[in-house]
């Protein structure tokens, strides 16, 4: 990689609103999480990481569910970071809603928005807004393709079968520069990567398991698809979970109990079974959960990154209940130490 590739290389924060605890291992309010939040994304931009995108839920164990509110929040006391969701749910909202929200942050914040469109990884969304889960594929298929066609910010005619028609219908407000940065979040399907594609959308991977060499398919998938559809193939970005302390050793000890929680909660929903410390172990070691010490993290990332020849990496952090003072520390960490170290790893790797 070139010294002006390396540089072009963004890195972010993603955070699901996860229930933080304090000194004394109480768990945080939704709305001190929310809060812990806001200190979280202050913090980012004064030390001068990329993009801060913020996960929508709608469970218990996440405090966030309006993305682009809470980004408004952080608007207001920030300059430079991009303000992204990580994802909005697209299958059960309103396109036309969901450009609004999204133009009126990209005014406030003087251009930072960025929305991440995704089908939902958790369902929790679709019986609360009444939708219908058998309807998962056409919901998110005929949105998109709305969407695209907001982003045009000209009228629009549309018709689907999931949402009333539109007939010459114009939304505001627009945005300044005419255009709402917009992303597809992306968690293992190929037909998502080709629907990108089609639209000429960018791409973000969520890989939060296994190896992520195993999403270099998906990666040519999308060029070649844009390559027949005669789009632009964009530069492709990633997020994986992780947490940064002083030493490995600390960093497991602080995120294995609370991973666990969180992977537990959520695996009784799901089928799954009680996850192990050896399978956290492998997945630190040899898949995809950045923890660790700084230079640990580091040469993790660098190893992903120059593997899939991704342009941007977002760590997700906090991962369950976590100490709100610990999760300060990794962005401190991951901003000061982690980046710079990152860049470095790879222009020693491309000389």
């Not at 505001?172 to 000429?200: F, I, N, W």
């Not at 970005?237 to 666990?260: L, N, Q, T, V, Y």
């Not at 992977?263 to 040899?286: A, L, Y």
């Amino acid at each position: 990689m070139t010294d002006k590739e390396i540089a072009k290389i963004k890195f972010g924060l993603d955070s699901f609103g996860d229930i933080p605890v304090d000194e004394n291992g109480k768990l945080f309010t939704h709305a001190e999480a929310i809060r812990q939040v806001i200190k979280e994304a202050v913090l980012a931009d004064k030390l001068g990481i990329d993009v801060i995108a913020l996960g929508e839920h709608h469970r218990p164990d996440f405090s966030i569910s309006s993305p682009e509110t809470v980004l408004a929040a952080i608007a207001g006391q920030t300059k430079n970071i991009k303000l992204a969701s990580g994802v909005t749910v697209l299958s059960s909202d309103d396109p036309v809603r969901v450009f609004e929200r999204f133009s009126t942050l990209d005014a406030v914040s003087n251009g930072r928005a960025q929305v991440i469109l995704g089908r939902g990884s958790f369902t929790e969304s679709f019986p609360l807004f009444g939708y219908e889960l058998t309807d998962y594929e056409t919901l998110f298929a005929e949105k998109i393709e709305l969407f695209t066609q907001l982003l045009k910010e000209k009228p629009v005619t549309w018709q689907g079968t999931k949402r009333a028609p539109l007939d010459n219908a114009d939304v505001y407000p627009k945005t300044e520069s005419g255009h709402l940065d917009t992303l597809v979040g992306v968690g293992g399907s190929p037909q998502s990567m080709v629907r990108a594609a089609h639209y000429g959308l960018p791409v973000v991977l969520a890989i939060i398991g296994g190896s992520p060499e195993r999403f270099v398919p998906y990666i040519d998938l999308y060029k070649r698809a844009a390559k027949e559809f005669g789009t632009e193939a964009h530069p492709v970005g990633m997020h994986s979970p992780g947490f940064i302390a002083d030493s490995d050793k600390e960093a497991r000890d602080i995120a294995w109990p609370a991973h666990k929680k969180n992977f537990d909660r959520i695996g009784k929903t799901r089928g799954w079974s009680p996850i192990t410390r050896d399978h956290f172990i492998n997945e630190v070691e040899n898949g995809s959960l950045y923890i660790g010490s700084v230079e640990t993290v580091a040469q993790k990332i660098a190893k992903a990154i120059k593997a899939l020849g991704v342009q941007r990496f977002d760590l997700v952090y906090g991962g369950g209940p976590m100490p709100a003072s610990a999760r300060l520390k990794m962005v401190q960490l991951y901003g000061e130490k982690v980046i710079p170290r990152v860049r470095e790893l790879l222009a020693e790797k491309s000389e």
